[in-house]
Each structure stands twice: as C-alpha cells, then as structure tokens.
C-alpha cells in the first residue's frame, strides 16, 4: 500500500457525523472523487494491484463504488457489472438481503452479469461491518462467479469487515483503526 496515496485519502476524507442514522459517523470520499490527481491515484494503484490476478469482470456496490469500479474496469480491460439496490436494474435480477450496522438492506445484481467460472473483483469505497461486501460476494458466487479479491478505498478497522469476507483477498487503501 502506499502510505502516501493513503495520507492523501486521510485528507480528502470529509466526516459526516450522523449520517445516514443518529450515532453513524460517515466517512465520504467524494471530496477524494473531485480532486483528479487523488482519483486517478486511486484507480492506478487498484489497477496495479490487481492486474496480476486477471480480473474478467469488476463489480462494483452502488454507488460510489460505480465511480471507482467503471474506470478501473476500463483500465484492467474487463467487463463491468453493477450490483444495485432492489427495483433500480431493468432486466431480471437475483436478489440478497443483508444486516447493516444501522439496520437491513438488499442487493440484486442481473442474472446474466456473470457467466460461471469468470474472475471478479468486487470494488467498493468502504469496508465497514461486511455485510454489504460479503452480500456482493454471495450474488456472484450465485451467479457462478469466482470471486479473486475485494478492494475499498477505505476500511473502518475497529467494525472488522473484513472477518466476513474470510479466505478473500481483501485490500483497502487506506484503513482507520
């Protein structure tokens, strides 16, 4: 990891305290988004620690996990499919639902956004408890995908997230422990 993308991240990071639920302390990355340095930082140091495991196809978790997943989709030469919240895909979906730490939440994901056996990558912004990641993990590997690693800009080490993605190969840029 570079600890310099890393501090650059810390920077740009902008706390929401309250957010979306009383008692939440939201960590949004979309000041890191509108700097064109810092994203392009992001997406280069995900393409060059993943290109090596051969990802066909990236997922990626609405929504900001879209705005890092597309670009880096492009620059691996994979496929891209979005995993969505219900009601929001147009074709048929398979769905999931999932805990959050502040309640419940269901994924879905098209049922022809994997053809079994391809190489994944699962992208997001954050890893918080998990629960959305290994949601994301379990509608692929419905679909018959193989899932080859997880990434997050950022990780919230005390929630532990990453102890529900178990034997995955799960990197984040920067963590707050």
């Known amino acids: 990891m570079s600890t310099d993308l890393a501090d650059r991240i810390r920077s740009g990071v902008r706390d929401i305290p309250d957010f979306p639920t009383p008692g939440i302390l939201f960590r949004d990355i979309t000041p890191v988004l509108a700097d064109p340095v810092l994203f392009g930082g992001v997406v280069e140091h995900f393409r060059s620690r993943f290109e090596a495991i051969n990802p066909e196809v990236i997922v990626a978790i609405e929504s900001r996990g879209f705005i890092v997943g597309a670009p880096l989709a492009l620059a691996l030469g994979a496929g891209f499919a979005p995993i969505r919240k219900p ?35 699962v992208i997001d912004d954050v890893l918080a408890t998990g ?17 080859v690693a997880c990434g997050f800009v950022i990780e919230l080490g005390p929630l532990r997230g990453r102890d529900r993605l178990p034997d995955l190969r799960t990197e984040s840029i920067l963590i707050y422990p």
């Open 131 to 147: 629960g959305t990641a290994a949601a994301a993990v379990g509608l692929v590997q419905r679909l018959g995908g193989h899932v």
């Open 87 to 121: 009601g929001k895909l147009p074709y048929q979906t398979i769905r999931t639902e999932y805990a959050l730490e502040y309640g419940s939440d269901a994924l879905e994901a098209h049922v022809d956004a994997i053809r079994p056996g391809q190489r994944v990558l």
